[in-house]
C-alpha cells in the first residue's frame, strides 16, 4: 500500500489574489514568516517559512498579507481535500493546503497522484506537488524537497506544467534519505531536530549509525524509537480518515405541550450536541434544526463565521431557530412531533484551556476534584488547577443573548 502526500503551494495567494483584485505579487504571511506566495514571489527566490524581511529582498514591491482563516470561505479550503477524497476515501488534512492520502493495495501511486494533479488544473494555486512512497514520512519528504536540488534528479515530470511528482519506492527509501539534513525527519518537533544538530549529527545517516539505546542517553525513550526507525525511513503510523468530517446530530420524537416544553428540550440538545463536539475536539460553522409535525417538514439554519461548539452558545442558536419554526407552523405544540438538530461544517479544535467546575452544593464534587487530581498526574507539563466559578455580568449575559457566538471568540 501506498501514501500520496499532495501540497498546494499559492493556495492562500491565489485567493487573496481574487478577493484584492490585485496584480502587484503577494506574499502571505504568519507570525513574521512567509506561509504562501505567488508564483511570482516563487520565481524571485521566496520560499515558505522564510523570514519576511528576506522576502522583501528577494521581491521588495510584494504586497505582504497576514494570515487570516476567517477571511477565507470554508467552501475554498476545503478544494485540496475534495480532491483527495475522489481519489481514495482515506484522507488525512494536516493544513488546508497539505493532505494525505491512503492507497489501495493494488492501486498505482503514480496514476492516482496524476489524477489528482488533472483534477486540480483549473483551482486556485500554482503549484502542486506531490510525493508518493510506501509511508507517511517518505511521501513527505518527497513533498518538502521539491526545493532541494537534491531531489532534482528523480523528480518525474509531469503533463501539467504546475505539477511535479516524486514517487519513492520501499526499497530505496532509506538509501534515499541517508544524505539529507536531520531537518527532514519532519514528524519530531523543532527542539528535537535542533538539539541532534547541536550533537554534531547533520544527515540523516549520521543519525541512522547510533544505536537506540545511545539516542536513548540524549532524548526520552519514545524518541528515540522514533529517531531509530524515522532515520531508516520507517513509518508506523497511518493515514486517519478525517475528511469529510462526520456531522453530529441529535435526534427525540416528542410531544410538546407548550412552546416552553420546546425550549427545555432544545437545550439539552445543545448540551449532547456540545458534550459530543468538545469530546471529539470540534467546532461547527453551522447549526440546524428541522422539525417533522402534522402540517410537514420544517427546517431553519444558521451559518456561522466562527466555529462554536459551547453549550449556551448552541441553546441561543437552537431556540432562535425553534422560534423561527414556531411562528411558521400552529402544529408544533399539543402533537407528536420528531425533532433534529445539527451541527455540520465540522473542523478540528484545538483546545487551549479547559475549565473543570462543580458547584460546591452539587454531590459530584468529589467526582471533579479526584478529575483534576488525576489530570495533574497525566499531564505533568501542564497546570491543572481546583478553581471556582467566575462571575458573569449582567451586560455579559445580555450581550450573549444578542450574539451568541460571542463565548466562542
Known amino acids: 500500500m501506498s501514501v500520496l502526500h499532495a501540497w498546494l503551494q499559492g493556495l492562500y495567494a491565489g485567493l487573496e489574489g481574487i478577493r484584492s483584485s490585485g496584480t502587484s505579487a503577494l506574499v502571505v504571511a504568519r507570525e513574521g514568516r512567509v506561509l504562501d506566495f505567488c508564483s511570482r514571489a516563487q520565481g524571485r527566490g521566496v520560499v515558505s517559512g522564510m523570514p519576511i524581511g528576506h522576502a522583501h529582498q528577494c521581491i521588495p514591491d510584494a504586497s505582504v498579507v497576514e494570515f487570516d482563516a476567517d477571511l477565507y470561505r470554508p467552501d475554498d479550503l476545503e478544494f485540496l481535500p475534495r480532491l483527495g477524497a475522489a481519489v481514495s476515501p482515506q484522507v488525512e488534512v494536516v493544513e488546508p493546503e497539505q493532505i494525505f492520502v491512503q492507497l489501495g493495495a493494488r492501486e498505482d501511486g503514480r496514476a492516482a497522484a496524476r489524477r489528482l494533479v488533472r483534477a486540480a488544473a483549473d483551482g486556485p494555486g500554482h503549484t502542486l506537488w506531490v510525493g508518493v512512497a510506501v509511508n507517511r514520512l517518505l511521501a513527505r519528504i518527497a513533498t518538502l524537497g521539491m526545493e532541494d536540488d537534491r531531489f532534482r534528479g528523480v523528480v518525474l515530470s509531469s503533463s501539467d506544467p504546475r505539477a511535479e511528482l516524486l514517487a519513492i519506492s520501499g526499497d530505496a527509501g532509506e538509501k534515499f534519505i541517508r544524505s539529507l539534513p536531520v531537518s527532514y525527519l519532519w514528524p519530531l518537533p523543532q527542539e528535537v531536530r535542533g538539539r541532534l544538530e547541536r550533537l554534531g549529527l547533520k544527515t540523516v545517516g549520521e543519525v541512522a549509525e547510533i544505536s537506540e539505546g545511545i539516542l536513548a542517553h540524549q532524548f526520552d525513550a519514545v524518541t528515540a524509537r522514533c529517531l531509530h526507525n524515522y532515520s531508516r525511513g520507517r513509518d508506523a503510523s497511518v493515514v486517519s480518515s478525517d475528511y469529510p468530517l462526520p456531522e453530529i446530530a441529535w435526534e427525540r420524537e416528542i410531544h410538546l405541550a407548550s412552546s416552553g416544553a420546546m425550549w427545555q428540550v432544545l437545550s439539552g440538545a445543545a448540551r449532547y450536541l456540545a458534550d459530543e463536539l468538545s469530546a471529539e475536539g470540534l467546532g461547527g460553522l ?98 491543572i488547577f481546583w478553581g471556582e466559578q467566575l462571575p458573569v455580568t449582567y451586560r455579559e449575559k445580555r450581550l450573549a443573548f444578542w450574539d451568541p457566538i460571542r463565548g466562542e471568540r
Not at 453549550?311 to 422560534?323: K, M, N, P, T, Y
Open 286 to 383: 453551522t447549526v440546524s434544526l428541522e422539525l417533522w409535525a402534522d402540517d410537514g417538514r420544517h427546517r431553519e439554519e444558521r451559518n456561522l463565521s466562527r466555529p462554536v461548539r459551547r453549550s449556551s452558545a448552541l441553546q441561543q442558536i437552537l431556540c432562535r431557530l425553534g422560534e423561527g419554526i414556531a411562528r411558521r407552523s400552529a402544529a408544533v405544540t399539543g402533537s407528536p412531533v420528531r425533532m433534529r438538530a445539527v451541527v455540520s461544517s465540522l473542523m478540528a479544535q484545538r483546545i487551549v484551556q479547559e475549565s473543570i467546575f462543580s458547584a460546591a452544593e452539587r454531590s459530584d464534587q468529589k467526582e471533579v476534584r479526584k478529575l483534576v487530581s488525576d489530570l495533574n498526574d497525566k499531564y505533568t507539563d501542564r497546570i
